[in-house]
């Protein structure tokens, strides 16, 4: 299975989370599980690709059919919660970016 999220043609929208994770897992993968499966039950959800290195510090974007869809999950309950846990918890420090795609490209043979 291919890490790249399988993604249709533009437009869509990507939201960005890159985060410096604290040290002990506090529940935080168990979390991060959950929340992958119900992203991914929610109308207008494209995929997601997420990457974290040695030392912490990690980047996911999930990729929405539309604004409305990502507003939306951001008002779920349940992510709701981890937001709060991730506050509390689990990020030293994080950044969210919203960005809408208007092209994209594979490769390796370019454009």
Do not use: C
Request: hydrophobic letters at 35%.
């Amino acid at each position: 299975m291919s890490r790249f999220a399988p993604l249709p043609e533009p437009p869509y929208y990507a939201v960005i989370f890159t985060a410096q994770r604290r040290g002990a897992d506090n529940g935080y993968g168990a979390m991060a599980e959950k929340m992958g499966e119900l992203a991914a039950a929610q109308p207008g959800y494209l995929g997601v690709e997420s990457t974290r290195d040695e030392h912490g510090l990690g980047i996911t974007v999930s990729y929405w059919q539309d604004e409305a869809a990502l507003k939306n999950w951001k008002q779920v309950s349940e992510h709701l919660f981890a937001q709060k846990m991730g506050r509390e918890k689990w990020y030293e420090h994080y950044t969210l970016r919203v960005a809408k795609v208007e092209r994209h490209y594979d490769g390796p043979e370019g454009r």
